[in-house]
Protein backbone atom coordinates (compact mmCIF):
# COMPACT_ATOMS: atom_id res chain seq x y z
CA UNK A 1 0.00 0.00 0.00
CA UNK A 2 1.32 3.09 -0.78
CA UNK A 3 2.05 5.61 1.81
CA UNK A 4 2.70 9.84 0.69
CA UNK A 5 6.02 10.61 1.66
CA UNK A 6 5.10 14.12 3.35
CA UNK A 7 1.06 15.01 4.77
CA UNK A 8 2.59 18.53 5.34
CA UNK A 9 3.74 20.65 2.67
CA UNK A 10 7.04 22.71 3.18
CA UNK A 11 5.24 25.96 3.19
CA UNK A 12 2.78 24.85 6.09
CA UNK A 13 5.37 23.42 8.56
CA UNK A 14 6.92 26.55 8.42
CA UNK A 15 4.35 28.87 9.03
CA UNK A 16 3.62 27.34 11.86
CA UNK A 17 7.27 27.54 13.28
CA UNK A 18 7.72 31.47 12.28
CA UNK A 19 6.87 32.42 15.62
CA UNK A 20 10.13 30.73 17.03
CA UNK A 21 12.82 33.26 15.88
CA UNK A 22 10.23 36.14 17.79
CA UNK A 23 11.53 34.28 21.21
CA UNK A 24 14.52 36.69 21.19
CA UNK A 25 13.43 39.84 20.92
CA UNK A 26 13.33 41.09 24.55
CA UNK A 27 11.44 44.49 25.23
CA UNK A 28 12.53 46.97 27.25
CA UNK A 29 10.72 49.61 29.38
CA UNK A 30 12.17 52.87 31.37
CA UNK A 31 11.54 52.42 35.56
CA UNK A 32 9.73 54.89 36.52
CA UNK A 33 11.79 56.20 39.60
CA UNK A 34 15.58 55.98 38.46
CA UNK A 35 15.01 55.81 34.52
CA UNK A 36 16.74 52.96 33.94
CA UNK A 37 16.26 50.49 31.35
CA UNK A 38 14.81 47.03 32.68
CA UNK A 39 12.28 44.28 31.35
CA UNK A 40 8.76 45.15 32.05
CA UNK A 41 7.32 43.48 34.97
CA UNK A 42 10.64 42.49 36.87
CA UNK A 43 12.78 44.33 39.79
CA UNK A 44 14.64 47.15 38.40
CA UNK A 45 18.65 46.12 38.83
CA UNK A 46 19.72 49.61 39.88
CA UNK A 47 17.10 51.13 41.87
CA UNK A 48 15.85 47.98 43.36
CA UNK A 49 12.10 49.07 42.41
CA UNK A 50 9.07 47.22 40.97
Do not use: D, W
Request: hydrophobic share 30%; aromatic share 6%; charged share 25%.
Amino acid sequence: MAVPKRRVTKTRAAKRRTHYKLKNVATVVKCSSCGAFKQPHTICPSCGEY
